[in-house]
């Protein structure tokens, strides 16, 4: 926290005015209100005493802390994402750069705030003139970078490799990436399975399930990459008919496993783009669409909700909802940012000539790119 949010916090905690603190210390009231308005800072010579009378020490006082509470984590990463939909991506890289600036030992933080403008650069990725992407583009990877080198070993250092990994293949900086992939550690136990056999003895069984679906998912879900990674890799040898197989199982998994919305047509649709099977192409992009707008699971009517892997944690999810409004928001940023990259992606250019393509963008384009979606707006 600033200095002037540690005063006004400790003082509240207290039950001190203002005017008392001003009493206290030999200033007047209105000093203490600037103070705490962080117009003014206090003098060097009042700080001590300060900081006694507020029951704390100088290093807490004057932020020295080096690092924050996973609370604290969590709100300024939120509050980042939230500059960035009211008022803007460079808001909200400025908000992220002055928080990083004000701790830049917690590398939780630095981390956390680089994936939250990743994610902010993505939404945003079909403006690039607009915002000139590129430039926030190479701010991510120096802190991803940052991270890297700063942070102990552990999971916060290699999760900023692991991302770093990405950066550099897509540069085509290939040694760079060898060299991180070969410091990384190899699979080692999951201790999620500890943890919900703990919880489970113990009479917690919503948790212990919460935990074992999540662990399912995040397994699923890096199974599905690796699929489309060895669909593509198939493709580029020339073989066609072992690259729709996998898709197909790809698309079988999805619909065993209940992953949301267009995933079962992710890889299929995917297939048919590298192939530049144009009316195949279309037909499952209008699908994956269509189930943006209106979420459905697979044909077989499962839903999130109702899948008995997914039980206890779409429920978490509903308590964290505000309602359908906060869904449909959320589908429809969703849905934005896939119209974008069908719109500016270079994969999708053998598309753009179609009228049946441009149909369908002009009728998304008009429902998600002129101001109606959350979190859109250029302001």
Same mark, same amino acid.
């Given at each position: ?6 005063? &006004? ?13 001003? %009493? ?34 100088? !290093? ?32 909200? @890289? ?6 990083? &600036?004000? +701790? ?6 630095? %981390? ?33 970078? @940052? ?20 950066? +550099? ?32 003895? %113990? ?75 144009? &009316? ?25 909700? %109702? ?17 359908? !409004?906060?869904?449909?928001?959320? +589908? ?7 119209? &974008? ?8 250019? @053998? ?16 429902? +998600? ?11």
């Amino acid at each position: 926290m600033p200095v002037n949010t540690v005063i &006004r916090t400790k003082r509240k905690e207290l039950g001190l005015t203002q005017e008392q603190v001003a %009493q206290r210390l030999g200033v007047s009231a209105p000093a203490v209100n600037k103070w705490e308005s962080g117009s003014t800072y206090p003098d060097i010579t009042i700080l001590p005493a300060l900081a006694r009378l507020l029951e704390t020490d100088l !290093n807490t006082l004057l932020c020295f802390r080096e690092e924050l509470t996973e609370q604290e984590i969590v709100r300024d990463i939120e509050e980042v994402a939230g500059t960035v939909k009211e008022k803007g991506i460079e808001a909200g @890289f400025e908000l992220a750069e002055r928080k990083m &600036r004000e +701790y830049p030992n917690c590398m939780e933080l630095i %981390q956390g705030l680089t994936t939250c403008l990743e994610g902010s650069v993505i939404l945003y990725g079909g403006k690039e003139m607009e915002y000139n992407l590129d430039k926030y583009r190479k701010k991510i990877v120096a802190y991803y970078e @940052f991270v890297f080198r700063n942070a102990k070993e552990g999971r916060i250092k290699n999760s900023a490799a692991y991302m770093l990994v990405g950066k +550099y293949v897509g540069r085509e900086q290939y040694e760079q990436a060898e060299e991180l992939i070969n410091i990384l550690p190899e699979r080692e136990a999951d201790k999620r399975i500890l943890q919900a056999n703990v919880l489970q003895c %113990q009479g917690r069984l919503s948790e212990a399930a919460e935990i074992l679906e999540g662990k399912i998912i995040g397994d699923v879900n890096e199974i599905h990459i690796a699929l489309d990674r060895l669909m593509d890799i198939t493709m580029d040898e020339g073989n066609e008919a072992d690259a729709e197989k996998i898709a197909d199982i790809g698309s079988r998994m999805a619909e065993l496993f209940s992953l949301w919305g267009y995933n079962s047509i992710l890889l299929p649709m995917e297939l048919a783009v590298k192939k530049k099977d144009i &009316r195949e192409s279309v037909r499952y992009i209008r699908e994956m669409l269509e189930r943006c707008v209106a979420p459905t699971m697979t044909s077989s009517e499962n839903t999130a909700e %109702q899948s008995v892997l997914m039980r206890h944690i779409s429920s978490r999810r509903e308590e964290k909802n505000t309602g359908e !409004n906060a869904k449909g928001d959320a +589908y429809a940023d969703i849905a934005a940012t896939v119209v &974008r990259a069908l719109q500016f992606s270079p994969e999708y250019e @053998f598309l753009r000539e179609d009228e049946e393509f441009q149909s369908l963008m002009e009728e998304y384009s008009r429902k +998600y790119q002129d101001g109606e979606t959350a979190g859109l707006s250029s302001e």
